[in-house]
């Protein structure tokens, strides 16, 4: 039968449909569980690097990541649903909001602050409103990996010509690309792999079905980089 648009009259204690989830350490009022919605990927990054900072700035519809700064990035299913995980996770704490993104079939967001702390505790807001937990986030899949080594100038020119917000690449250089499902994962791999080596950061899409990393550098170099970013999939799988 429909339900009825008249409010329930029942006392509260009678059903469990009816009891709120007060959210620990949050500054939130009660919110009712939200079913249905999947969390695709939870990725946390203790201190952003200056090239990924930078990258993600260019694409920042709200405040501006800063290097050092802790990142939360979180991807969702179905894509309005992040509307009301971004009013959870800022009024939680007083991390900055710096993307919020709804697009086909997920929505995403990021999260900054100066305090790790602060950015783990929206987090935790955010799932415990799931009714879910970092745990049962959504594994990575690697969908393609790949150095290439000595670049062509032919191929270096068509890179820079399609990716205009990263660094550039030039001929010679080494290129790592790894391609991941959900999308937000590559953000962990290219943290990780700008803290291992001297890279440089070309292009990271972390929208969409898919997302996509692309980083060059010295031989030697983009060998480290790209085992670092392996191992931070790897450690997201465990």
Same mark, same amino acid.
């Given at each position: 039968?429909?339900?009825?648009?008249?409010?329930?009259?029942?006392?509260?204690?009678?059903?469990?449909?009816?009891?709120?989830?007060?959210?620990?350490?949050?500054?939130?009022?009660?919110?009712?569980?939200?079913?249905?919605?999947?969390?695709?990927?939870?990725?946390?990054?203790?201190?952003?690097?200056?090239?990924?900072?930078?990258?993600?700035?260019?694409?920042?519809?709200?405040?501006?990541?800063?290097?050092?700064?802790?990142?939360?990035?979180?991807?969702?299913?179905?894509?309005?649903?992040?509307?009301?995980?971004?009013?959870?996770?800022?009024?939680?704490?007083?991390?900055?909001?710096?993307?919020?993104?709804?697009?086909?079939?997920?929505?995403?967001?990021?999260?900054?602050?100066?305090?790790?702390?602060?950015?783990?505790?929206?987090?935790?807001?955010?799932?415990?409103?799931?009714?879910?937990?970092?745990?049962?986030?959504?594994?990575?899949?690697?969908?393609?990996?790949?150095?290439?080594?000595?670049?062509?100038?032919?191929?270096?020119?068509?890179?820079?010509?399609?990716?205009?917000? *990263?660094?550039?690449?030039? &001929? !010679?250089?080494?290129?790592? =690309?790894? #391609?991941?499902?959900? %999308?937000?994962?590559?953000? @962990?791999?290219?943290?990780?792999?700008?803290?291992?080596?001297?890279?440089?950061?070309?292009?990271?899409?972390?929208?969409?079905?898919? *997302?996509?990393?692309?980083? &060059? !550098?010295?031989?030697?170099? =983009?060998? #480290?980089?790209?085992? %670092?970013?392996?191992?931070? @999939?790897?450690?997201?799988?465990?």
């Amino acid at each position: 039968m429909p339900r009825s648009s008249r409010m329930d009259s029942r006392p509260p204690n009678d059903s469990g449909r009816g009891r709120q989830v007060r959210l620990t350490g949050s500054h939130s009022p009660a919110v009712q569980p939200r079913q249905g919605i999947e969390l695709r990927a939870f990725v946390f990054l203790d201190s952003l690097q200056p090239q990924l900072a930078a990258y993600m700035g260019t694409v920042s519809q709200g405040f501006l990541p800063i290097p050092g700064d802790a990142c939360l990035w979180l991807e969702v299913a179905p894509g309005m649903a992040v509307h009301r995980l971004t009013d959870i996770a800022l009024k939680a704490s007083t991390v900055r909001l710096g993307q919020k993104v709804v697009e086909r079939a997920f929505g995403s967001l990021a999260l900054y602050h100066r305090d790790q702390s602060s950015v783990l505790l929206s987090g935790q807001a955010v799932v415990e409103a799931m009714g879910t937990t970092v745990e049962q986030r959504g594994r990575c899949a690697v969908t393609w990996d790949e150095i290439i080594r000595a670049i062509t100038p032919d191929h270096a020119v068509l890179i820079n010509r399609q990716n205009r917000r *990263g660094s550039m690449i030039q &001929a !010679g250089m080494s290129m790592f =690309i790894l #391609e991941t499902e959900p %999308a937000g994962y590559v953000l @962990i791999a290219a943290n990780e792999a700008e803290k291992s080596s001297n890279i440089t950061v070309v292009d990271v899409k972390a929208v969409g079905a898919y *997302g996509r990393l692309t980083l &060059a !550098g010295r031989e030697g170099d =983009i060998d #480290e980089a790209a085992a %670092a970013a392996m191992r931070a @999939i790897e450690i997201i799988n465990r």
